[in-house]
């Protein structure tokens, strides 16, 4: 089956600095790659996602990137805000979803 | 709006006690899951359905029980509740991508379960 690994487990960064979570898959065939934002006691949000199609997507301050022959793919936040600090999931899908096992971001004051 | 409803929202029961954990959704969508996730940790996957009469296992499948008899209703039942049960489990739904769907998954508010 698929297997997800997600880097790092823990982030901090300055107010209106980059932060980027990358993850691995194993599983050639998965096409689909979400992303999900969970602030505490809330609900896993997508946020952005990317098909095995693309290489890049772009929303805001947001981005993914996909490299499908290394099968690796990132999620770049720019010019960070408080707001963001939260719990990163990534995911791997062609039919089932596989989970990263998340990524804590702290963006300081 | 269409949405994922689960109820209840909070849950304390005792040990033993028979549980049934509601989630409905209006989303239209063929696929549901159940995964089972301690607070800002991991998501497990405890069960998946691709549509009515269908329903897998995934990775802690055991000592839990799902139906879908009906389209939009994947409720999951825990025979005989333990405090190990305690955690937060979150149902979610996707779009089939083979009858031309996008596959995006949406969760619900989750239900959070507390086993005495």
């Known amino acids: 089956g698929e297997n997800v690994e997600q880097h790092p487990s823990t982030l901090s960064v300055q107010e209106g600095d980059s932060a980027v979570i990358k993850c691995t898959y194993s599983?050639?065939?998965?096409?689909?790659f979400p992303w999900y934002k969970q602030e505490l006691g809330k609900r896993p949000q997508l946020i952005i996602d990317i098909r095995s199609n693309v290489g890049e997507k772009k929303d805001q301050r947001i981005a993914v990137t996909l490299n499908k022959t290394a099968k690796h793919f990132s999620l770049h936040i720019t010019e960070t805000q408080p707001e963001d600090s939260a719990v990163y999931f990534c995911a791997a899908s062609q039919n089932q979803f596989y989970f990263g096992t998340g990524t804590s971001l702290t963006v300081i004051p | 709006e269409a949405d994922i409803y689960q109820t209840p929202r909070y849950l304390v029961i005792g040990t033993g006690k028979k549980i049934t954990l509601e989630c409905s959704q209006t989303m239209g969508h063929d696929k549901m899951y159940w995964y089972q996730q301690d607070p800002g940790m991991e998501l497990h996957l405890i069960h998946y359905?691709?549509?009515?009469?269908?329903?897998e296992k995934g990775d802690l499948s055991s000592e839990s029980t799902v139906s879908r008899i009906r389209t939009e209703h994947f409720p999951l039942t825990l025979e005989s509740a333990r405090p190990s049960h305690t955690s937060q489990y979150l149902c979610a739904s996707s779009d089939n991508l083979l009858a031309g769907g996008y596959n995006e998954q949406f969760f619900g508010p989750g239900t959070r379960l507390t086993v005495l």
């Open positions: 599983d050639s065939a998965s096409n689909y």
């Open positions: 359905s691709y549509g009515v009469n269908s329903t």
